[in-house]
């Protein structure tokens, strides 16, 4: 009897071929209906908060690239060892600088946020921070962000000899920037950039303060362009409500 039910289960299974195919062509559309949802996932703009426009002005200096009569100020918080922000400073920047900072349409100020995993960032605030003593941060922070995989924790444990090429590259004073990096000259003010992040309640980077809205991940020159119009309206907005 035994046998007979077996034999019985599997013609039953034999008999309904459309069961198995349909169960099959279910499986295999909800896994393209999950690729397309990543996909679309990858192309979405990072979750925006709203951060308190009452927030007291920051207290670190930071790095500022605009004019200063922007209507809008954009705040980013990076790691110079952070992948994600090497490929925003490499692919996205130069757009961003090309369509909102150079028309006048937002600044942008720059702020350390070394993370502990990142061993030769340190190094890498300090180099941007001797090229700033000599006028020349941004011209450091593009060459750094460039060159990121050859002076990383991964590729050197002496990130400052690389770094001097990219001082020698760009013109400045390298007797002067190398005593000034290996001093450490500039110390306090990198961990005041960082206490900045913090204080904003900042927890990976890159994050961007664009008006009000705090968004964390890297951004399309689009998605930040589309942050800074809605700031600008919001600023007209306020203006108008108080003259009236």
Known sequence: M?????????????????????????????????LAYLASRQHAAPAATIVDPNLPPAVAKGY?????????????????????????????EPDVRK??????????????????QHKNTMAASEAAACAN????????HD?????????????TSDPVSVMQGYAKAIGLDVDKWRSCVDSRV??????????????????QTPTF???????????????????VDSARAGARTADNSAAH
């Open 186 to 203: 500039h110390q306090r003010d990198i961990d005041a950039n960082k206490a900045e992040g913090t204080r904003r309640q900042v927890n």
């Open 2 to 34: 035994v046998t007979r039910g077996r034999s019985s289960r599997a013609r039953a299974g034999a008999a309904n071929p459309k069961s198995f195919v349909g169960v099959v062509l279910v499986l295999i559309l909800a896994g393209a209906g999950g």
């Open 133 to 140: 003593d000599q006028g020349k941060f941004w011209e450091m």
């Open 99 to 116: 369509r909102i900072i150079d028309p006048g349409l937002a600044r942008v100020t720059y702020y350390d946020f070394p993370l502990p």
């Open 209 to 227: 303060v664009i008006g009000n809205r705090m968004v964390a991940g890297s951004l399309t020159d689009d998605q930040i362009k589309a942050y």
């Open 64 to 92: 500022t690239m605009g004019r200063p009569d922007a209507p809008v100020q954009i705040l980013e918080f990076a790691d110079f060892e952070c992948p994600a922000c090497g490929n925003y400073s490499v692919v996205t």
């Open 143 to 155: 060459r750094l962000f460039q060159g990121q995989t050859d002076w990383n924790t991964e590729a």
